[in-house]
């Protein structure tokens, strides 16, 4: 069965690095999405991905951060400059030919900012 | 602001009762609803999507939906210890946004 995967699957950094978190969505999809965990938190959405250009974002999603299709099949979300409270689980989802199709998540990124 | 609200639990059940999952939302809007389960350290995992006002079934899992009083809920039969998890509601406003809104989740402990 088709699945989303995540690279890395645990990301140390340094205050104040860039950090590049990356998916492979499912191969027919054509939406993307990130979404972010504090820990014990619940799940809130940064920023959706839609024919090569964002379709909605967050408040949480400011000028540090931004995201890129590089290539046919990598969706990526970088951090410019992490900060300690960007620490937190990232997942990644796809969905298929419409936005209101399920949404798929991938197994996630644990980001630990020190 | 769209609030979706779940009591965090835990909620403990033995071993082959019925789990009864509660979530409320604010957005009068809102037209799908979903629970994800979600096991600790892991992504959510889709369980259930509703529309419709009234009941819906799938195996072990109902999810019932009543929109004049803004709550969705999920019922699990025959608990089982590997039903053991956070279960998270979202809820999704129709047209222009596709981007659901998550609760905080309810703890779910089912105990042989």
């Known amino acids: 069965e088709p699945e989303v995967t995540q690279t890395p699957s645990h990301q140390v950094t340094q205050m104040g690095q860039e950090v590049i978190l990356r998916c492979v969505p499912i191969?027919?999809?054509?939406?993307f999405y990130w979404y972010r965990q504090i820990l014990g938190q619940k799940v809130e959405f940064l920023v959706s991905f839609y024919n090569n250009e964002i379709s909605e974002k967050s408040e949480i999603f400011d000028d540090q951060f931004s995201v890129e299709r590089p290539d046919g099949s990598n969706f990526t979300l970088k951090i410019r400059s992490t900060k300690l409270e960007d620490s937190a689980m990232y997942f990644c989802a796809s969905s298929g030919t419409g936005g209101a199709d399920t949404q798929y998540f991938g197994p996630g990124t644990r980001l630990t900012v020190l | 602001q769209k609030e979706v609200e779940q009591n965090s639990g835990p909620l403990s059940v033995p071993e082959g009762a019925i789990a009864s999952l509660n979530c409320t939302y604010s957005d009068r809007g809102s037209q799908s609803f979903f629970w994800y389960r979600q096991y600790s350290g892991k992504s959510p995992e889709l369980i259930m999507s509703i529309y419709s006002n009234g009941d819906k079934e799938d195996g072990r899992f109902t999810a019932q939906l009543n929109k004049a009083s803004q709550y969705v809920s999920l019922l699990i039969r025959d608990s089982q210890p590997s039903d053991s998890a956070t279960y998270l509601c979202a809820v999704r406003r129709s047209g222009g946004s596709y981007i659901p809104t998550f609760g905080r989740g309810t703890s779910l402990i089912v105990h042989p």
């Open positions: 191969s027919n999809h054509l939406y």
